[in-house]
């Protein structure tokens, strides 16, 4: 019963578009409202008043630095992780995808795109005083700046995520996760020594980290032999001996 949930998040979890699809509708949200209380005329600017042209080429910079940087980085950082994928394993891409930072930061740009493009499109100047309504341009120059921020750390993550010892780390984190659950289903499971239950659960959690099912199966059957199988036999022997001995 606690497996499908479970599996079922993997995929989201592993996944580009979902974060981007949250944040677009996020990013929508805020851009009608920031766009209403610039009808209303609310004095919240952050930024130096500027002309309608000189805000037409700060958000035109904006969007095509964004677009530029989200085409060429990700890009280029995907052709770094196949060379990387030849030498440590297919889970370094899921790894990569279901990085926080990577999901963040391709939001973030995707977001940033968008509202860039919105606020040009929105540009209006006020009837009276003739200057540009400024809450729009501001939050697209924002968040502009919370992408810069999040290329950094994006740029650090990816560097620190194809070194050997945090692959290794990784995995080991996953595995020692993978034996938790393996045990949790053990001691649920109706059979002896969770017979069944936990062969099929550590072939799934094998499944997990991305060990293909021919490599898998005779893992985990040679696993349970050594530790299920073998030690019956001597176990019974010293038991009998045990209670030879009146000792139990």
Request: aromatic share 6%.
């Amino acid at each position: 019963m606690t497996r499908g949930p479970r599996r079922r998040s993997i995929p989201l979890r592993t996944s580009l578009w979902f974060a981007p699809a949250v944040a677009i509708t996020a990013g929508l949200l805020l851009f009608v409202a920031v766009d209403l209380l610039d009808l209303a005329d609310a004095d919240l600017a952050l930024l130096p008043s500027l002309s309608t042209a000189d805000w037409r080429v700060v958000l035109g910079a904006i969007l095509g630095a964004e677009a530029t940087v989200l085409a060429v980085v990700f890009s280029v950082t995907m052709l770094v992780l196949q060379t990387a994928v030849g030498q440590m394993g297919p889970r370094l891409i899921r790894r990569f995808m279901a990085d926080p930072i990577t999901q963040c930061t391709i939001a973030a740009f995707v977001v940033g795109i968008g509202l860039s493009a919105l606020a040009l499109l929105s540009l209006r100047t006020d009837p009276i005083s003739g200057e540009v309504q400024p809450l729009t341009p501001n939050l697209a120059v924002i968040v502009g700046a919370i992408t810069l921020a999040l290329l950094v750390a994006y740029r650090h993550r990816t560097a620190t995520a194809i070194q050997v010892q945090y692959v290794i780390a990784g995995v080991d984190r996953d595995l020692r996760r993978a034996i938790a659950d393996t045990g949790a289903v053990a001691v649920a499971a109706p059979t002896p020594g969770g017979l069944g239950a936990t062969e099929a659960a550590l072939l799934a959690g094998l499944s997990v980290l991305g060990l293909p099912n021919e490599v898998g199966l005779p893992s985990v059957f040679l696993f349970r032999l050594a530790t299920f199988w073998l030690p019956i036999l001597p176990g019974w022997l010293a038991l009998r001996a045990l209670q030879r001995r009146e000792a139990i």
